[in-house]
């Protein structure tokens, strides 16, 4: 019987957890598999902290957020016990036979690394950001555009009652995906995206036309936006876990510019983690079970170096390196929207 150790690791997702219950289900009854998970991402694979994972302990999953095997920024080259030749005496240490590693490009690189190195692994894409590419969409996007229109809506009626400019920051690194899609559907008079800078004067133009037909002004600006004379994207908090800057607080960075050069008050909100938290919307919950599902038929079939994805509305197989190439909002996509601000 083959036994698999399934780990999250990166930013947690809504839908991790009905992953793990679509993959312990499906592998158990079809496949005849035996589960174990790892906790905290690579530092349970590292340092073989493992839990049993039955049908019994992944009941009721499939609505629950966060991931119950806990996740970290840990990498599986980290600390004294990492690197492919310890992590493989670890695993047959434990009799475990297969990993499943479910996470974002990091992930996907490390996982690449580890196959090349003789590790059966493969893996499951995951980002509320939604950039990874050969992948239609990533679970955990959908709840994150839901939670951030819903924001949207709230701050639109606070903002008509006082006449404000209302500034959302959402998250997106990369990519502005969950900024264009809540903004569309949240009808934004401005949508700002890591992917295309926009001038203060531009986006005070918008503002002020908003403000001339007597409607308050909307903004939506994704975490990665920058100005168009900044190198970098805003970050005042430091590094996190892959050294990365810590995004967040554009808003609150912009919202002050914007009143000065319109003269309209203007108030900034960082949604922040609440897009992460929470229940997955059932689009999600449908996807991330049919990944999870999918993903033991990897290991049935051997087929490790590989991912599971969505194209259209089937679940294919892409190579880890494919998976971690970013997949960016296309110019043509953001023009779309863009005629239609201010
Ligand atoms: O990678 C997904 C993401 O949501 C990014 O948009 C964001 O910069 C990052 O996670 C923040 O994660 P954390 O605060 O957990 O380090």
Partial sequence: MTRIGILTSGGDC???????RGAVLKGTEVHGQEFVGFLDGWRGLVEGDAIPLNRSRVRGLAQQGGTILGTSRFG??????????????????LGVDAVIAIG????????????GEG????????TIDNDLSHTDYTFGFDTAVEIATEAID?????????????????????AGWIALHAGTAGGAHAILIPEHPESLEQICEWVTSVRDRGRSPMVVVAEGFRLPHMEEAYSTKGLDGFDRPRLGGVAEFLAPLIEKHTGIETR??????????????????????????????LVAEEDWGHMVALHGTDIARVDFDELAEPKYVPERRY???RIIFG
Avoid: W
């Fill in 14 to 20: 809504p839908g991790l957890n009905a992953v793990i």
């Fill in 76 to 93: 599986p080259y980290q600390g004294p016990n990492g690197g492919a030749q310890n992590i493989q005496k670890t695993l047959d240490r």
């Fill in 104 to 115: 974002g490009e990091g992930t996907a690189a490390a996982s690449k690394r580890l196959f």
């Fill in 119 to 126: 590790i059966r692994i493969v893996g499951v894409p995951k």
């Fill in 154 to 174: 709230r701050l639109r009626t606070t903002g008509n009652s006082h006449k404000r400019c209302m500034v959302l920051e959402v998250m997106g690194r990369h």
């Fill in 268 to 297: 900034a909100t960082v949604l922040g983690h609440i897009q992460r938290g929470g229940v997955p919307t059932a689009f999600d919950r449908v996807l991330a079970t049919r990944l999870g599902m999918a993903v033991t038929d």
């Fill in 335 to 337: 023009q779309e929207m």
